[in-house]
């Protein structure tokens, strides 16, 4: 195949960086020098039954069930799903509607904590090497991992490869581009052996011959720490990467390391490769060391609206205000919390939402971060064109969106390639809202879609 | 509920957003202009001045008349109207009539901007579309051009009253690019560099202007391409012509330096409203532009040709961007 060639031909070159984007100062200083803690356990988790893309997790607990940390209390409902399980030893005490983040009320499972319980586990190593392929499968898919990058696209569809492909690389991504976060950061250098231990459980079983770590060269203290845990003659190398936003989408990243383009509508493993958040490679590693399933995961709580920025260990299910309080609480200039980066997370509307398992992050940000600069005319100045890393016309969007001639959006100018990762937006200086413009086109030609069909 | 939860604003994302405002865009455009206009103002004295505040004034009346009354604020507050008068003004010669002045100025901001739906919607630059209105209206007055003099020495012809042409009494010389076309004469480059020469307010030093473009460019407000394309183009296609007969055709450095060359490859062309939006289109209309001057220069009937080549490639710019689409990321690849 032409691409498996292409990729042979760059195996020794690493260019560093995909073309266009943009340089948001990273305001990482904050976080990225304290190591991670451990976040108390509190009295109630929220565990949402759909948490990603795909069908939702279903149940198998009842009301009043005592549960154990760790212990399954939802079965995946379908392939793409995966299952949850109980993140403390407790009681069931409501499954019904709950607060989601985004304002809406959703399915899930409460837990109140015992507060009398150790919360250890048991620890039960799975021989991962004695699983077949699809029994290996079958295990991630019940460990509940999904991509901890912030998508949590489930995990282990990815490692369904289907006949007549292969994975030659797998790649690590730790670039870690969104400002702000410096979770994966830390878990390279505090986990740096847990995820060395993971990369050659999935690279092992996907058949791939070598690992790329991708870091973007502005953690350089994580760079030598996995330079120095990999071992002579292991298959494992890290990339450095140019410090640029979005280096950490999957597309960008395979071309900044491999310089491939995955074509449109294809995904990595077309081109041979498999991507992995730093924080699923761990979370894999964990599971088949210890038998801990997916039921915390490492949070960057920080922006100049948290008093005591923190790495922090968050079972899932906790609330976001518990995250805060533990991080000594907002600031009175708080005026917005995002969960996630700021380029791509959401402003959440309720503190007492729940942690979920794409969580990267808990930002607080004030009025400097968050005032909008007045809207102006498209002056067509290009710097949107120059931003987008898919090479698209948001300028073009923006225009076409207004007047919504959203059919013209796909059809001639490939709107449905965008992946909304702001860069269009970020570059505006007549302060239009080009990313929002799309999505609105987006959902108004799925919504389209859906009808003539 | 332990504390008063802060009142959280929702909004969506990217939250961060660059520093580079429009208004900042417009208002280096101004600051890169500043030494070209008092560098004007010092050759041609106060009329200049006078003709400047006559263009700024009538550019912005001209927008708040026709803007929509609860949105005044934005449409004045891009600065973008001050920006189309300064530019007119500069490309006007400093003997011209204020009241034509004023119909220019009108007609760039009515005709040229408005008309369209405003800043951003315009397919000609708008002061460009004022000046050619002026030059196909009043075409003596706007060829008329005077030698630089004394400060406070006022043409008396800028004071004629409307519909009146004025009679010229300051002295008189044909600008540089007519000498060469009318008269086969050269004017030294170190003059045109320094301005020392007749022609429109703000055409005549070319050091100044291309200052004024080295901070932009340094400000990231200007497509250096535009400029530099433009320029390469004129002076390529100059040379060939000058080498098959220098005594006829300027050479390249003259075209690069004289008339409104610099001052249009800088500050017209460079209107990121009417030049194209892809990397490819942007290269395609400056060396359009290029090729296109030195044609109307040398072969047309004007001695200058950078206005009407801005507005063809102007025209030309919804095409060129039409057909010069990026590749977009994974597709087109020859794959399978």
Not at chain 1, 244 to 262: H, R
Not at chain 1, 414 to 423: F, I, P, R, T
Request: aromatic share 8%.
């Amino acid at each position: 195949m032409n691409l498996l060639q292409q990729i042979k031909d760059s195996l020794s070159r690493n260019i560093g960086s995909f073309d266009h984007g943009v340089h948001p100062r990273h305001h990482k200083g904050q976080t990225e020098k304290l190591a991670i803690q451990r976040l108390p356990f509190g009295k109630r988790f929220v565990i949402p039954l759909g948490q990603h893309i795909g069908a939702p997790a279903k149940p198998i607990v009842q009301l009043g069930d005592a549960v154990k940390r760790g212990q399954m209390i939802a079965e995946p409902g379908g392939f793409v799903s995966v299952a949850l399980h109980s993140p403390v030893t407790g009681r069931v005490t409501v499954i019904g509607s709950e607060r989601y983040a985004d304002g809406t009320f959703q399915d899930a499972i409460v837990i109140e904590a015992d507060q009398y319980d150790p919360q250890q586990m048991d620890v039960n190593p799975i021989d991962w090497e004695a699983l077949s392929m699809e029994d290996f499968i079958g295990e991630v898919q019940k460990a509940g991992i999904v991509g901890m990058g912030g998508a949590a696209f489930p995990c282990h569809v990815k490692y369904a490869i289907p006949d007549g492909s292969s994975i030659r690389y797998l790649l690590i991504n730790g670039a870690e581009c969104e400002p702000y976060l410096t979770n994966d950061h830390r878990q390279m250098m505090e986990h740096t052996e847990a995820l060395l231990y993971g990369a050659e459980i999935v690279r092992q079983k996907l058949g791939a011959e070598e690992v790329v770590i991708g870091v973007e060269k502005n953690k350089p203290e994580a760079i030598v720490a996995l330079q120095n845990a990999i071992k002579p003659g292991q298959p494992v190398r890290v990339a450095p990467l140019e410090v640029k936003y979005p280096q950490g989408a999957e597309k960008m990243l395979i071309k900044s390391v491999f310089n491939v383009e995955v074509p449109a509508g294809k995904l990595p493993r077309d081109v041979g490769v498999a991507v992995n958040n730093v924080g699923t490679i761990i979370a894999i590693a964990e599971y088949f060391q210890t038998g801990k399933p997916l039921i915390e995961r490492v949070v960057t709580v920080s922006g100049p609206g948290v008093t005591y920025p923190a790495n922090l260990i968050v079972p899932l299910g906790t609330s976001i205000r518990e995250v805060l309080d533990y991080a000594g609480g907002l600031k009175d200039e708080t005026r917005q919390v995002v969960l996630g980066g700021p380029m791509m997370g959401a402003s959440i509307a309720d503190l007492d939402a729940p942690m979920l398992k794409g969580s990267s992050g808990v930002l607080a940000l004030t009025v400097h971060e968050t005032e909008r600069p007045q809207e102006y005319n498209c002056i067509r100045c290009g710097r949107c064109v120059e931003a987008c890393p898919y090479f698209l016309n948001p300028a073009r969007f923006a225009r076409l969106a207004k007047a919504r001639m959203y059919e013209e959006m796909a059809e001639t100018y490939n709107v449905m390639d965008c992946v909304e990762c702001g860069c269009c937006t970020y570059s505006c200086p007549s302060g239009i809202p080009i990313v929002q413009h799309i999505r609105t086109a987006k959902d108004h030609l799925r919504s389209m879609k859906g009808k003539v069909q | 509920m332990t504390q008063k939860d802060p009142k959280l604003l929702i909004q969506p994302g990217p939250q961060l957003r660059q520093q580079m405002t429009t208004p900042a865009v417009m208002r280096d455009v101004w600051y890169a202009l500043a030494p070209t206009t008092l560098a004007g103002i010092w050759f041609f004295g106060i009329g200049a001045l006078l003709l400047l505040i006559t263009c700024i004034a009538t550019a912005v009346l001209t927008e708040w008349y026709f803007s929509p009354e609860d949105e005044r604020r934005y449409f004045l507050g891009d600065g973008s109207a001050i920006l189309t008068g300064l530019l007119l003004g500069l490309t006007l010669p400093p003997a011209l009539p204020l009241w034509m002045a004023v119909v220019g100025s009108a007609v760039a901001i009515g005709v040229g901007k408005t008309i369209w739906g405003g800043v951003g919607s315009n397919l000609f630059n708008p002061a460009l579309v004022g000046r050619a209105f002026l030059l196909a209206t009043f075409p003596i007055a706007m060829t008329t051009w005077t030698a630089p003099g004394d400060f406070f020495t006022m043409p008396s012809s800028i004071f004629a009253l409307p519909l009146m042409t004025g009679v010229v009494d300051t002295v008189t010389q044909a600008s540089p690019l007519g000498l060469m076309k009318f008269e086969y004469t050269d004017t030294g480059f170190v003059e045109l560099l320094f301005g020392n020469t007749s022609g429109s307010l703000g055409e005549t030093s070319g050091l100044l202007l291309i200052l004024g473009g080295l901070y932009l460019w340094w400000r990231r407000d200007l497509d250096w391409r535009i400029p530099v394309g433009i320029l390469a183009t004129a002076m390529a296609f100059s040379l060939a012509l000058y080498m098959m007969d220098s005594g006829r055709y300027p050479g390249p450095i003259f075209t690069a330096l004289s008339g409104g060359m610099l001052l249009g490859a800088i500050f017209m062309a460079t209107d990121p409203v009417t030049s194209p939006l892809t990397p490819k289109g942007i290269w395609i209309f400056a060396v359009g532009i290029g090729f296109l001057v030195v044609l109307i220069r040398v072969f047309g009937g004007f001695p200058e040709g950078m206005m009407y080549a801005i507005l063809l490639m102007n025209a030309a710019t919804p095409l060129i961007d039409r057909y010069t689409q990026p590749r977009v990321f994974g597709r087109g690849l020859d794959t399978k």
